[in-house]
C-alpha cells in the first residue's frame, strides 16, 4: 500500500497522531546512546588532544583529495540552529559526553573535528583515507568507555579494502577489522555501539549484490563484532553476522533494549529494517520506492528518524511495540539545510546533522558543509 510517496510493507492498525505525539514524546526523553555514564558531563569539558593518526603501515598509500582551501571557520550563518560551517562533505557524527559538543567526521579528508555552538571546528585526529568515489572516512562512533579512555572508532575506506581502525590519542589507528570488500562505488558503512561490548558494522556491498548473499564475505552484512582491540590482520576474530542482503548502507542506530535500525539503498527501493533485541528480524519495516536516499538514524523508545539525502529532510517513523510501522513517517526540515547524511541524538533530545551538499550531487551554499541541531516539532509538516 503507498500512503502520499511512502510505502508501507507490515500491517497494523493506524492510530492518527500516533507518530508526531511518540516521536516529539520520546526524543524529548531519552537519548539513544546505550550508556547512561556518557550522557554526564566532563568536568573539564571534553577535548581531545590533536593526533595523527593512519592505518598500519603495511596499507597501501592513501588516494584522499586534499583538505579544502580556507579556514574550517567560523563563516557568518545567520540560522542560530547551525553549529559548524566551512566544512568538508561530512561522514559520520556523534555527540560527545555533556551534550554541548560533537565529533564530525570529513568524509574524503579523513578529519575529526569537535564543533559546538559558538566556537570554531577543531582537528582532534586525522585518518589516511581513500576519499574517492563514496568512500573515505565514513563513520565514527565513540568507545563505551570514552570518558576515560578517548577512544574512537572509525569506518574507513583504503586503497585495497573497507575496515574498522580504533583511534587512540597519540597513536596510530590500529585495525580492528579489514578485509570489507571495496569497489568504485558501494562502500558506505555505519558503526554503532548496541552494549560495551558488541560494535555493530553496517557494510555496503560494493556493488554487487551476490556478495551482500554471501555468508563468506563480509560485503552487505549488519555484523557485531565483539573483539574490539587490535588484531594482526588475517588473525582477527570473524564477526557474528546479524542480517545479511544490505545494498549500499545508510545507518545504524540503537534503540536501547528494543530494537537495531538498520537503512540501506536497494535498486528496488530505500528501506528500513528491524532487529529485536532477541534477534528477530523485521525486514522492511517500511521502504521509499522513490529513492530520497536514506542515511543516518537515530533511534529512542520505539521511534527512528532518519536522515534523507536526496529527499533533503529528516523522516521521523513511530513503530508499535511489535516493531510495525502503521502510520506515515513525518518529514521535518524539507528542503532547508540540504543534502542530509550523518545523524546523532544529543542527551538534550535534539538531533545533530551533517549536511552533504559538497558531494558533487548537491548545490552548495557559501557555508556547507554544515552541522545543524533539529527538533522535531509537536506539529506535522516542517520545521521552522
Not at 500516533?18 to 573539564?44: K, Q
Not at 590482520?233 to 535500525?261: F, N, R, Y
Not at 540540504?338 to 546523532?344: D, F, M, Q
Not at 542527551?347 to 551533517?354: E, F, K, N, Q, T
Request: aromatic fraction near 4%; proline fraction near 9%; hydrophobic fraction near 40%.
Amino acid at each position: 500500500m503507498t500512503v502520499g510517496g511512502w510505502r508501507r510493507k507490515t500491517p497494523g492498525r493506524t492510530v492518527v497522531g500516533l507518530a508526531v505525539f511518540v516521536v516529539t514524546m520520546a526524543l524529548a526523553s531519552g537519548c539513544a546512546r546505550f550508556d547512561e555514564s556518557a550522557s554526564s558531563p566532563f568536568s573539564p569539558e571534553p577535548s581531545i588532544a590533536p593526533v595523527d593518526v593512519s592505518p598500519e603501515s603495511e596499507a597501501p598509500e592513501s588516494t584522499t583529495p586534499e583538505a579544502p582551501s580556507g579556514p574550517l571557520g567560523p563563516c557568518e550563518d545567520p540560522d542560530p540552529a547551525v553549529v559548524a560551517t566551512c566544512l568538508d562533505v561530512t561522514g559520520g557524527l556523534v555527540t560527545l559526553p555533556g551534550g554541548t559538543a560533537a565529533l564530525v567526521a570529513e568524509r574524503r579528508t579523513g578529519r575529526i573535528l569537535e564543533v559546538a555552538e559558538g566556537v570554531e571546528p577543531r582537528e582532534i585526529a586525522h585518518v589516511e583515507v581513500d576519499g574517492s568515489s563514496d568512500g573515505g572516512l565514513l563513520d565514527i562512533a565513540l568507545s563505551p568507555t570514552f570518558v576515560e579512555d578517548r577512544l574512537i572508532y572509525a569506518y574507513i575506506t583504503t586503497a585495497t579494502d573497507n575496515r574498522v581502525v580504533r583511534i587512540a590519542p597519540g597513536d596510530s589507528a590500529k585495525v580492528i577489522l579489514s578485509g570489507i570488500p571495496r569497489a568504485q562505488s558501494g562502500n558506505r558503512g555505519s558503526l554503532e555501539f548496541s552494549s560495551p561490548t558488541d560494535l555493530m558494522v553496517l557494510t555496503s556491498d560494493a556493488g554487487n549484490p551476490a556478495a551482500a548473499a554471501d555468508p563468506a564475505s563480509l560485503a552487505g552484512k549488519l555484523l557485531k563484532v565483539t573483539h574490539l582491540f587490535p588484531a594482526p590482520e588475517g588473525a582477527q576474530p570473524i564477526p557474528e553476522v546479524v542480517l545479511s542482503g544490505i545494498g549500499t548502507a545508510g545507518g545504524v542506530c540503537v534503540d536501547p533494549g528494543i530494537a537495531t535500525w538498520v537503512t540501506d539503498r536497494t535498486a528496488l527501493e530505500d528501506r528500513l529494517q528491524r532487529v529485536g533485541a532477541d534477534g528477530s528480524v523485521t525486514s522492511p519495516v517500511w521502504t521509499w520506492p522513490e529513492h530520497p536516499g536514506v542515511g543516518g538514524c537515530v533511534a529512542a523508545e520505539n521511534v527512528v528518524a532518519v536522515s534523507l539525502s536526496d529527499g533533503q529532510a529528516m523522516s521521523a517513523l513511530a513503530a508499535d511495540p511489535n516493531g510495525a510501522v502503521t502510520a506515515e513517517p513525518s518529514v521535518v526540515a524539507k528542503d532547508k539545510y540540504g543534502r542530509l547524511n550523518g545523524a546523532a541524538l544529543g542527551s538534550d533530545g535534539l538531533i545533530w546533522v551533517g549536511t552533504v551538499n559538497k558531494d558533487g550531487v548537491g548545490r552548495p551554499g557559501p557555508n556547507d558543509d554544515r552541522v545543524v541541531k533539529m527538533p522535531l516539532p509537536a506539529g506535522g509538516g516542517g520545521f521552522d
